[in-house]
T-cell receptor, first 110, second 112 residues
Framework: GQSLEQPSEVTAVEGAIVQINCTYQ??????LSWYQQHDGGAPTFLSY????GLEETGRFSSFLSRSDSYGYLLLQELQMKDSASYFC???????????FGKGTRLHILP | DAGITQSPRYKITETGRQVTLMCHQT?????MFWYRQDLGHGLRLIYY???????DKGEVPDGYVVSRSKTENFPLTLESATRSQTSVYFC???????????FGQGTRLTVV
């Protein structure tokens, strides 16, 4: 079977840094992606890690450790507009489908 | 307009009726996906397609049927709607060589 585990909710303060973890157990693995979804909206792509290490895109960074089946999304200089749900997703290298975790709801306090 | 569009945006149907959700993309992406989103379950894959005339089951395919006669269209049909199929449905597409998936705006389906 395939499963992705991430915390259901995280709370942080505006201007701070927050890390959202994701552990996965999948039969096939091509890479780990992160998506953001605001209330009432569609998921939008944030980042992708195909290899171990850190990928940085502005205030957002994503990390992957294939040996640990673990990754995280790091959000820096939090802004109120970052309040959203964040999903990790695995692309399966056997059949190319994309499976999502259940999502982490990020609450940001002023 | 370019992009991926779903229709209708909102639909209310009765138990036992057949209903089809439409998905159209203008990029000629080879891969297309259908997900349903429910509280506490995140996004669950219903069906996906690697190309025209090629479809495969995802995590929760029961009660759904898909077809893909043309690259740009990927309709999802609920053959006999049940209340448990009340959900928000998202269609997505991506290029074969890339990982980024692009999502439609979703269809909120209510089965009464």
């Amino acid at each position: 079977g395939q499963s992705l585990e991430q915390p259901s909710e995280v709370t942080a303060v505006e201007g701070a840094i927050v890390q959202i973890n994701c552990t996965y157990q999948t039969s096939g693995f091509y890479g780990l992606s992160w998506y953001q979804q605001h209330d009432g909206g569609a998921p939008t792509f944030l980042s992708y890690n195909g290899l171990d290490g850190l990928e940085e895109t502005g205030r957002f960074s994503s990390f992957l450790s294939r040996s640990d089946s673990y990754g995280y999304l790091l959000l820096q200089e939090l802004q109120m507009k970052d309040s959203a749900s964040y999903f990790c997703a695995v692309r399966d290298d056997r059949d190319d489908k994309i499976i999502f975790g259940k999502g982490t709801r990020l609450h940001i306090l002023p | 307009d370019a992009g991926i569009t779903q229709s209708p945006r909102y639909k209310i149907t009765e138990t036992g009726r057949q209903v089809t959700l439409m998905c159209h993309q203008t990029w000629s992406h080879s891969y297309m996906f259908w997900y349903r989103q429910d509280l506490g379950h995140g996004l669950r894959l219903i069906y996906y397609s690697a190309a025209a005339d090629i479809t495969d089951k995802g995590e929760v395919p029961d009660g759904y049927v898909v077809s893909r006669s043309k690259t740009e269209n990927f309709p999802l049909t609920l053959e006999s709607a049940t209340r448990s199929q009340t959900s928000v449905y998202f269609c997505a597409s991506r290029v074969a060589s890339n990982t980024e998936a692009f999502f439609g705006q979703g269809t909120r389906l209510t089965v009464v």
